[in-house]
Structure formats: C-alpha cells, structure tokens
C-alpha cells in the first residue's frame, strides 16, 4: 500500500504562511490595535475595549490562497456595558470610531461592513510581501442576570446586537478536538488546511461551504492515524456520510453559540455540486489508499488539489 503521508506534509508547507509572514501579520495586528485604544481614549471617549485574535489565524489554518487575499481576524470587544440593550451604542457609531481611528492607516481606507470593520494591505514588493486584510469584527461581552458572560456581535442595520455568539469558544472547542491525537496534537490542523486547498482548487465559481463550516465537519470527523494520507481520507470519508442524508443534505451546525447551521446561505445547487467534488475526493482517497504503486498514487491524489501539491 503506498504510503503519501510526507507528500501531504510537505503541501501542507508550501500552502502555509511563513514564520516571517506571521511575525509581520502579529506586528499589522498590534499597530493596528493600538491605533483604535489611542483614539478610543483620546478623541472619541470610548468604551472600555478588548481585542482577541480569532478565526483561522489564532488556530493556525490559515491557508494562502491561489490568488486574492487572505484575512486575519482581531475581535473588538466592549466591556462594562450591562445586560439591557438601551444602554448599548448603536453597532454604526461604534464601527464609525473604528473607521476613523484606521482612517490613513493603510494606502486603502477602511472599508465599513455589516459584521466588521476591514483593513486591507496591499503589498509594495508583490515577491517578498503577502496580500491580505485585516477584519474586525465588533463584540459586546456583557453579565446576564445569572452573572454568566455572554458575548454578542453588532451588525449594522436592524439587527444590530441581537446574534449571540462566541468566537473564544469556538477556538477552544478547535483546539480540544486536537487534543484527540495525543501523539500527534497538529495533525487536525494539517488535514483543515488539506480540506480548505481541496476547496479553493475545486469550487471553480461555485460558492462552497465557508472555512469555518469545513473545520468544523473535519474536527467532528476527525480520523487520527500515523499517516496523513490515511487520516484525511478516513476523516473525508466520515464526513460524507456525515453529510449525505441521501434524499437531501444534512447540516453542519456551529458547535458554540449562536448553534447556526453553517450549510443556510448555500443553494440547494450549491450544496449538491459541493457534494459531488466531495464524494469524488472520496472516493479517489480509497484508489490512493489501495494503490501499490507510490507514482500511482500521487498522481491520483493530484487531481485534487492545486500544482502545489507536487511543487
């Protein structure tokens, strides 16, 4: 049986970010942070904050794209607000300050969005700089009436603080799934980023489930084994059945507040062709697995993923 484990982690070098890509992306995140607390305390007589790194950056999936940019998270979290909603600014004031305190800090301005506030960077040396954007979304963590912490996201319009939710957690839940391989604690990280390059080569103009939702059905799944290659064709395979309800797809649901389906902004169209990629990647794991032959086998595996797999 031929064994594909060190062509898989030699990918999963080449599609992550450098030690030099993080230590850069760490010092943006701090400029960035300390820019919002100096205004907050000098010019707009803010709230008391808190930023939390989250999303894929903190549980270390990041994955570079082919093309375009990528994203770091940073929450924006304000304290000391009480439970009840009249005392709360309106999320447009609060994303307001942040847009103004950011104002010239990169070559692009900030640009305002539902659930977040972006910075974006665009490299001055295209060869030795990474392109990405800095989004923050904006929090208010607050006691209920039972003294339980409770964390909301603001969103402009009419929903404003009205979604709970708890990105902390959910990096938590992430990290505690890793922990399932004790022998070897980053090897779910590997097989979200294997799954998220799977994606990006595959889905051509189809939209496919978010990076969150395929964390999520990979970490549920999760198939430890010495081999990588194994293990993500175990934990794929998993997921498919997890996924196939065979007369209609079945959800993938958050693991922490708000306990969203993460599958309900896709089409039924969306989510049939999502599923259909992902059997054939099922099904050509078991080809790989069963093959004799190491060429054979990586080239099975290469029809699946983009020309950084062998590069």
């Known amino acids: 049986m031929a064994d594909c484990s060190q062509v898989f982690k030699q990918f999963e070098g080449r599609i992550s970010i450098t030690h030099t ?8 995140r701090s400029a960035i942070t300390q820019k919002i ?3 907050f305390s000098k010019s707009c007589n803010g709230p008391k904050l808190k930023f939390l790194g989250q999303g894929s950056f903190t549980m270390g999936t990041v994955v570079k794209p082919l093309e375009g940019e990528f994203d770091i998270d940073v929450g924006v979290y304000l304290l000391d607000y009480p439970s009840w909603t009249s005392e709360r600014p309106k999320v447009e004031t609060v994303s307001s300050w942040l847009v103004n305190a950011l104002e010239n800090h990169t070559a692009t ?4 969005k539902r659930s977040c506030v972006r910075i974006v960077y665009k490299p001055k040396d295209q060869e030795k700089q990474i392109s990405y954007h800095v989004d923050l979304p ?5 006691l209920n009436f039972w003294d339980e912490k409770r964390i909301r996201i603001g969103i402009t319009g009419e929903t404003q603080w009205e979604r ?3 990105p902390v957690g959910f990096t ?14 980053k090897q779910l990280v590997r097989l979200v980023k294997y799954i998220k390059a ?14 969150v939702a395929l964390t999520v059905l990979m970490a549920e799944n999760y198939a430890p084994n010495s081999r990588d290659d194994i293990s993500f064709h175990e934990t794929v395979r998993r997921a498919y059945n997890d996924l196939d309800g065979v007369f209609w797809i079945n959800s993938i649901t958050k693991p922490v507040e708000n306990h969203n389906d993460l599958l309900e902004k896709l089409t039924d169209g969306e989510k049939k062709k999502f599923l259909a990629e992902f059997e054939k990647l099922v099904d050509d794991g078991k080809l790989a697995i069963g093959e004799e032959d190491t060429d054979r086998s990586i080239s099975i595996w290469t ?5 950084r797999f062998m590069n």
């Open 21 to 28: 890509d993080t230590k850069f992306l760490r010092a943006a």
């Open 37 to 39: 607390k100096d205004y």
């Open 109 to 112: 301005a900030p640009i305002n």
């Open 138 to 142: 904006i929090y208010i963590e607050y």
């Open 164 to 166: 709970k939710t708890d």
């Open 172 to 185: 938590w839940w992430f990290i505690q799934k890793c922990k399932n391989n004790a022998q070897d604690p």
């Open 198 to 211: 799977w994606k990006e080569y595959k889905k051509g103009n189809w939209n496919f489930p978010s990076g």
């Open 303 to 307: 029809t699946h993923f983009d020309h």
